[in-house]
């Protein structure tokens, strides 16, 4: 049916997404890679010209660069651990028979609709605020010491916020694999008497494997850009303790007008993202031939 | 469906999950109650469960201090008209990959979802320069030109899983009878689309609502979304526990009530189709 005609057509039809999204891939990415070995300091004019590898050296070599990558890979681990573990554990408790799993469902995928800098501030003023957060009175009910969760445990606190924002997206999405698995194969496992736990291990996990895969890569790409809710609690502080990378390229190229050091961090992020992205498509790519 | 379990052990899994669901939902719990306590009550050192004098007073103060419906009216006009935007863009581009596939679809496909992997600080000090030399900082439609932009590819899957799942025989029986093309899309595939198109939207809205990287950085006063106002509330003033609930009770509300009617597209639109 694919005459020339048609073909054409859809060519055009394709045509203005495809320019659209072409130049926004390339236009600031070539950018970035040329500002990134600039001299070009918004603050300081007279600062211009070929810098070679004195960014990279630059950004990379700081002390507070080793840290924000470590604490991104806290965060994005961190995050992930309790996302995927948690989700898997209350996705199947949502599958059981239960009362009420209509609204069940509709409570638990709530937080993920909350707007980041929300979550992040009800968190930090509502619940850790040592003076008069929730957890504060709950510590203290317990007659202990209320936590100052952001200025003792900084990090911990953002991935306690995050894993909050993402649990119910992982548990919403193991809860549709868990869904289609079908009701025969289950009874036809009970009935050959496997038990509860060779159920999980032999049918239900295998079942699960690629959407947790799929859960695992989103979230990776989602949570290596972490930004509302450092900006809104932390500020990335105290000092580095709570600086990933995305937000060290926002302090370095925005806040500090340091246009060449922020493209260098710029590209190492992109880089980092790549290596990620790479999994993710060929995840997502596999299920395309259907 | 149903299978069968003893009443006990029903109501056992009843009650965890319950449990569990609430402890969950008590920080959005927190934000509804405390919206509408008084600013001494919310900080007492004794916290009360329901308002004890209910009081409306701090949407008043919050819209007086920062101004809540102008920054409702940008998210409003950016979500809302970036997904516009991008369904205009988007519609023909998946409707050419779904019904007239060539080899290179699939790469075209994953080209464009690997446009959504680029980690937004990688771009974000040219668009920033950019912005700044065409005068777009701080306006709404270069906001909604960055979110049709972010939001473009997801669009496009979206639209394409929806539009792969309408049979193709009917379009070739509409095609023999001698419609014409334009027929062909306002009589048969419009009707078997609107679904699929009203999902993506929705996802779209909020999404957009949502997105705290661009609305924060390449705003201040003027064009500031929702965000933008919540984020302005991250310096405390003195007493501010209820009129931040009330605020953020404001920018929640609308999108939560979206996403319960929208929970099921959901897990299709964010992992591209790869979960159904």
Known sequence: ?290 | MARSVSVQAKAGYTIAAWVIALVLFSPILWVLLTAFKTEAEAIASRPTFLPETFTLENFAAVQERSDYFKHAINSIVVSVGSTLLGLVLGIPAAWAMAFAPTKRTKDVLMWMLSTKMMPAVGVLIPIYLIFRDLRLLDTVHGLTIIMTLINLPIIIWMLYTYFKEIPVDILEAARMDGAELWNEIVHVLVPMAVPGIASTLLLNVILAWNEAFWTITLTSGRAGTLTAFISSFSSPQGLFLAKLSAASLLAIAPILLLGWFSQKQLVRGLTFGAVK
Do not use: C
């Not at chain 1, 806290?74 to 209509?102: E, K, M, R, S, Y």
């Open chain 1, 1 to 290: 049916m694919a005459t020339a005609q048609t073909r054409n057509l859809s060519r055009l039809m394709m045509a203005p997404a495809v320019i659209v999204l072409l130049i926004w891939m390339i236009v600031p990415l070539v950018m970035t890679l040329w500002f990134s070995f600039q001299n070009y300091s918004l603050i300081n004019p007279m600062m211009t010209g070929f810098a070679g590898w004195a960014n990279y050296i630059y950004v990379i070599g700081d002390p507070s660069f080793t840290q924000s990558l470590v604490n991104t890979l806290i965060l994005v681990g961190g995050v992930l651990l309790i996302t995927v573990i948690g989700g898997i554990f209350l996705a199947l408790l949502l599958d059981q028979p239960l009362w009420g799993q209509g609204i069940l469902r509709i409570i638990v995928i709530s937080p993920f609709f909350v707007m980041p800098p929300v979550a992040a501030l009800i968190w930090k003023n509502g619940f850790m605020h040592p003076g008069y957060g929730m957890l504060g009175h709950l510590w203290k009910a317990f007659g202990l010491q209320p936590v100052d969760w952001f200025n003792q445990f900084p990090l911990f606190s953002v991935i306690v916020i995050v894993a909050w924002q993402w649990l119910p997206f992982a548990t919403l999405i193991f809860l549709t694999a868990l869904q289609s698995l079908s009701e025969e194969q289950r009874e036809a496992a009970e009935m050959d008497g496997a038990n509860a736990i060779n159920r999980f291990y032999y049918i239900i996990l295998p079942h699960m494997a690629r959407s947790v895969t799929i859960v695992i890569l989103i979230q990776t790409i989602f949570l290596l850009g972490i930004f509302a809710e450092i900006r809104v609690t932390t500020g990335g502080g105290p000092g580095y303790a709570s600086t990933n990378i995305a937000f060290l390229v926002f302090r370095t190229g925005i806040l500090s007008n340091d246009i060449g050091a922020g493209s260098a961090g710029g590209v190492v992020a992109v880089i980092i993202a790549n290596i990620v992205a790479f999994f993710l498509m060929r995840a997502v790519g596999k299920n395309l031939d259907a």
